[in-house]
């Protein structure tokens, strides 16, 4: 089963907003995910973070999260490096209290380095963060993130590799390795070739559990610049749904659009068109 998640709150929430009336309103909408956005900081109020997950069970709604953008698991600053590492490692604990079942992280900036040195480093950093996997997250999904900049740690080959090693799986993001190739990806041979690529390394049955990204995106020769609805993008966003349908993915398909629900509402209706 796929379910299309919104990116946090529903733009058409009513009143102050909240994760809470946020989580009412992706039900009344007919939408059975989403992913919460804990991309500035992660929330320490573990009563509050019970309540959304009690609230989301009840709803029947699947949550994953985002967890912060201020992580480089290659920092050679051991200061920094070990503040990344606290931040995913919250992230990942929090997740596990309210119930959701993957985190989503971009590792790293290459700084220059060789790609094979980085990977080392995020490697290093990885087997660090799961030694508190069975105490902290026993069930909740580390997956880092394709990326959308040539200067960032995170192809297709780089997060499918290091998930193998790690028995994790990685949050695709087919839109930012459409702008990260400033133009490919996009295409359904493409996105096929994709999918059966991640099958060949995590097994045909990891298909039935990904983690999924997908917007419009604006982007040049130094890769993303920033999302865009799907209707103003250049993505061929139906094509995407067909591949969708056609592989039998299973798992969420988080859409990143600035429109957030509209934009979701309108992948889920073109994926049950099916
Ligand atoms: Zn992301």
């Known amino acids: ?152 740690f995170g192809t297709l080959e780089e997060v499918l590799r290091i998930s193998k090693e790690f028995d994790m799986y990685p949050c695709i993001d087919p839109a930012h390795l459409h702008a990260r190739s400033n133009g490919a990806l996009n295409s359904t041979k493409e996105w096929e070739e994709m999918f059966d690529t991640y099958a060949d390394s995590l097994g045909k049955s990891a298909l039935q559990h990904m983690h999924l990204h997908f917007s419009g995106i604006a982007y040049g020769p130094k890769g993303e610049k920033h999302h865009l609805p799907l209707q103003k993008s250049d993505a061929k966003w139906k094509d995407f749904i067909a591949v969708l349908h056609k592989k039998n993915i299973g798992g969420i398909c988080v859409c990143e659009s600035p429109l957030m629900e509209d934009d979701t509402l309108r992948m889920q209706k073109q994926y049950n068109h099916f």
């Open 1 to 152: 089963m796929l379910r299309f998640a919104v990116a946090g709150t529903p733009h058409s929430t009513p009143g102050s907003g909240g994760t809470i009336a946020g989580l009412k309103r992706t039900a009344e909408l007919g939408l059975n995910a989403m992913e919460i956005e804990w991309v500035q900081r992660v929330p320490d109020n573990t009563e509050h973070i019970e309540q959304i997950g009690k609230l989301a069970y009840d709803l029947g709604i699947t949550l994953t999260v985002h967890a912060p953008y201020y992580v480089n698991l290659n920092s050679r600053e051991d200061d920094k490096l070990l503040a990344s590492k606290k931040r995913i490692l919250h992230a990942l604990t929090m997740a596990e209290i309210m119930g959701a079942i993957s985190v989503c992280v971009h590792a790293a900036f290459y700084l220059g380095h060789d790609a094979k040195d980085v990977f080392e480093q995020v490697r290093k950093a990885t087997s660090s963060i799961l030694k508190h996997k069975s105490k902290y997250f026993p069930t909740v999904n580390l997956a880092y993130e394709t990326m959308g900049k040539p200067t960032q």
